[in-house]
């Protein structure tokens, strides 16, 4: 599953995506919220997701991928690593 390609898609397609894997109670969620939901239910039955952009390394050891869609800046879209 690529975050990146989730990101890029619109409600209406993952609102088809997120029935296709049978996510209940999703009507009213935040574009964001529906991509966490959706993403949770594939890694509980593939766990495999992939995603780009740069990786930033904070001196606690811990790290955030970056988007480019933020100039690589902090954003809604960062993932925890």
Excluded: C, W
Excluded at 23 to 48: P, T, V, Y
């Amino acid at each position: 599953m690529d975050v990146n390609e989730l990101q890029s898609k619109n409600i209406a397609d993952l609102t088809k995506f997120a029935q296709d894997l049978e996510i209940e109670q999703f009507a009213g969620l935040s574009k964001q919220e529906l991509i966490l939901n959706i993403l949770e239910a594939h890694n509980k039955k593939e766990g495999i997701m992939q995603a780009r952009g740069v990786l930033e390394v904070l001196k606690e050891g811990y790290g955030f991928l970056r988007s480019p869609d933020f100039n690589y800046l902090p954003g809604p879209d960062d993932i925890y690593v």
